[in-house]
C-alpha cells in the first residue's frame, strides 16, 4: 500500500464520522466508499520481476494504446504508450537496470491521457535510464484527473529492473521510449503489469573494437 491511501482514507473517515454526526448514517456512508477506493486504488502488489537478459518490462499496469516510431533529442525513438485508467495499480517502476542519467519535469495542461498531444503538452516528468551500454528513456504524463506526478529517485541514482520508483495519482499514462533496433514484444491492445510485463529486448551493445580483434585472435589461436 502506498502511504496516500492511508492520508486519502483517513480525511474522508473524519468526513464520514461529521456527517455522520450531523445529518445521521446515510449520509456518511458516500464517505466512507471513497475512503474504501481510496485504499483500493494505492494498492502495491509485489511483482515478479523477469530476469532475461536485455528485457525492458512495463513501468505501469495499463493499456498499450499507441507503438510508433518518434523523434527525440535528434535521435529515433520505438515509442510505447500505456495508458491507466483509474483502475490500474498507478506505482511506477524502472523498466530496467542502471543509473538515472536525466530528470526533467515539465510544467503544461491536464488533457485527456488518450489524446496524442497529452505526451507534449500535458504536465510530465521524462526519465533517462543508462545500463548495460543501452539507454531508455520513460515519461510520467499526467492525465485529465491526475494532478501530481511523484518521482522517488535523483540523477546519479542506481535502480533495478521492475523498482518501484514513483507513481502518477488518479487516471495518466506512461511511454517508455526505446531504440529503434529493440525487438518489440507488445502491441496496440495488449494489456501489461509493472515490472512485470517484457515489452522488448534490447540488441547487445556493440562491443569496443579492440576487444573484437582481441577476441578473434584468441579463436583464431586455438
Request: net charge positive; glycine share 10%.
Amino acid at each position: 500500500m502506498v502511504p496516500d491511501g492511508y492520508y486519502y482514507a483517513l480525511a474522508c473517515c473524519g468526513v464520514a464520522v461529521l456527517m455522520g454526526w450531523l445529518g445521521g448514517v446515510p449520509w456518511a456512508v458516500p464517505a466512507c466508499l471513497l475512503g474504501l477506493f481510496f485504499l483500493w486504488f494505492f494498492r502495491d502488489p509485489e511483482r515478479r520481476i523477469p530476469d532475461s537478459a536485455g528485457a525492458v518490462v512495463s513501468p505501469a499496469d495499463g493499456k498499450v494504446t499507441d507503438v510508433s516510431t518518434v523523434a527525440m533529442k535528434g535521435a529515433q525513438h520505438t515509442r510505447i504508450s500505456i495508458f491507466l485508467s483509474v483502475f490500474d495499480v498507478h506505482v511506477n517502476r524502472s523498466p530496467l537496470a542502471g543509473v538515472v542519467r536525466e530528470v526533467h519535469y515539465q510544467k503544461g495542461k491536464f488533457l485527456n491521457a488518450m489524446n496524442p498531444a497529452s505526451a507534449e503538452h500535458n504536465e510530465q516528468n521524462l526519465v533517462t535510464v543508462e545500463g548495460d551500454g543501452q539507454t531508455v528513456l520513460f515519461k510520467q504524463i499526467a492525465g485529465l484527473l491526475a494532478r501530481r506526478i511523484v518521482f522517488n529517485k535523483n540523477v546519479g541514482d542506481r535502480v533495478e529492473r521492475g523498482e518501484r520508483v514513483g507513481l502518477i495519482k488518479f487516471g495518466s499514462r506512461v511511454d517508455v521510449l526505446l531504440d529503434v533496433s529493440a525487438s518489440l514484444q507488445v502491441k496496440v491492445g495488449d494489456r501489461v503489469k509493472g515490472g512485470a510485463s517484457i515489452l522488448a529486448y534490447l540488441s547487445r551493445a556493440p562491443q569496443p573494437l579492440a576487444t573484437v580483434e582481441a577476441e578473434a585472435t584468441h579463436q583464431g589461436a586455438r
